[in-house]
């Protein structure tokens, strides 16, 4: 009996270190499981902290290179007019020499415009009043001359360069281009100011930052007056800084008009 006895509580025994050997495995694989789902965790989260830094280094990244390209395009244009400065002026003229795809032989045509008796305006009226009329300048030409390259050249000195066929959306072939400026000039400012409501004050015109107004409106058909000089060439000519060659020749033959008084009538009141 004693035997059995010792036997039935070695099978128990071995029964009790089978179940604590299961157990005790069943909890190290609970464990186990625990640990790398906490592991796995850490590691996910550590895979989404680096996928944010990469994403915001990229962000970053994106950023700094819009912001390259802003500054670089506004190095090349002039702050008050928004026309290119000599600087972006020679960077369009590259890009237009560099071109495959255009001929040497293309027409090429420079204009050359001097706001006359500038000062006076600046006196009489004050600087903003000059400002905006500089402004003007240069939307008048960019709709004469919707395809022209227009820079400001000096403080009230501004250059058009046209390639090809120039697609003036002002006026006929044959038109001088003193004819298209007054013609852009009513058709765009002083017609729009003068059609509306005799009470308006002032317009928006599309294109131009500021609202025209009273005063401006009676600068510009009664003061306003524009010397203009063309020179021409071919796209060839415009390499090694030549576009600068045309520019002289178109600034010599506005400045002569402008001393002849013969390219200088009022661009409105003698349309």
């Given at each position: 009996?004693?035997?059995?006895?010792?036997?039935?509580?070695?099978?128990?025994?071995?029964?009790?270190?089978?179940?604590?050997?299961?157990?005790?495995?069943?909890?190290?694989?609970?464990?186990?499981?625990?640990?790398?789902?906490?592991?796995?965790?850490?590691?996910?989260?550590?895979?989404?902290?680096?996928?944010?830094?990469?994403?915001?280094?990229?962000?970053?990244?994106?950023?700094?290179?819009?912001?390259?390209?802003?500054?670089?395009?506004?190095?090349?244009?002039?702050?008050?007019?928004?026309?290119?400065?000599?600087?972006?002026?020679?960077?369009?003229?590259?890009?237009?020499?560099?071109s495959p795809e255009l001929n040497q032989d293309l027409p090429v045509k420079v204009r050359a415009y001097d706001a006359d008796h500038f000062k006076k305006i600046n006196n009489e009226f004050g600087h903003d009043v000059g400002d905006?009329?500089?402004?003007?300048?240069?939307?008048?030409?960019?709709?004469?001359?919707?395809?022209?390259?227009?820079?400001?050249?000096?403080?009230?000195?501004?250059?058009?360069?046209?390639?090809?066929?120039?697609?003036?959306?002002?006026?006929?072939?044959?038109?001088?281009?003193?004819?298209?400026?007054?013609?852009?000039?009513?058709?765009?400012?002083?017609?729009?100011?003068?059609?509306?409501?005799?009470?308006?004050?002032?317009?928006?015109?599309?294109?131009?930052?500021?609202?025209?107004?009273?005063?401006l409106i009676g600068v510009l058909g009664g003061r306003f007056n524009c010397s203009i000089g063309e020179s021409e060439g071919t796209l060839a000519d415009l390499e090694d800084?030549?576009?600068?060659?045309?520019?002289?020749?178109?600034?010599?033959?506005?400045?002569?008009?402008?001393?002849?008084?013969?390219?200088?009538?009022?661009?409105?009141?003698?349309?």
């Open positions: 009996m004693v035997e059995n006895l010792k036997q039935k509580h070695d099978k128990e025994k071995d029964r009790t270190k089978e179940l604590s050997s299961n157990v005790i495995g069943l909890l190290n694989r609970e464990a186990l499981k625990a640990s790398s789902l906490d592991a796995g965790s850490v590691v996910l989260g550590a895979a989404t902290k680096v996928e944010k830094r990469i994403s915001d280094a990229e962000t970053r990244a994106e950023e700094d290179k819009q912001r390259a390209e802003i500054a670089e395009r506004e190095s090349r244009e002039d702050a008050m007019t928004g026309a290119f400065n000599r600087r972006g002026l020679n960077h369009e003229i590259d890009l237009l020499i560099g905006k009329v500089l402004k003007v300048i240069v939307f008048l030409v960019r709709v004469a001359h919707p395809n022209a390259i227009v820079a400001r050249t000096g403080g009230d000195e501004f250059v058009a360069v046209t390639v090809g066929e120039d697609q003036g959306s002002v006026g006929e072939e044959d038109r001088s281009e003193e004819a298209n400026m007054k013609q852009a000039l009513y058709d765009n400012i002083l017609s729009p100011f003068m059609d509306r409501d005799k009470g308006l004050d002032s317009i928006s015109v599309e294109g131009l930052d500021f609202e025209l107004d009273r005063e800084n030549g576009v600068y060659s045309l520019i002289k020749a178109a600034d010599e033959q506005m400045y002569d008009s402008k001393h002849k008084k013969a390219n200088t009538k009022n661009l409105y009141r003698d349309r």
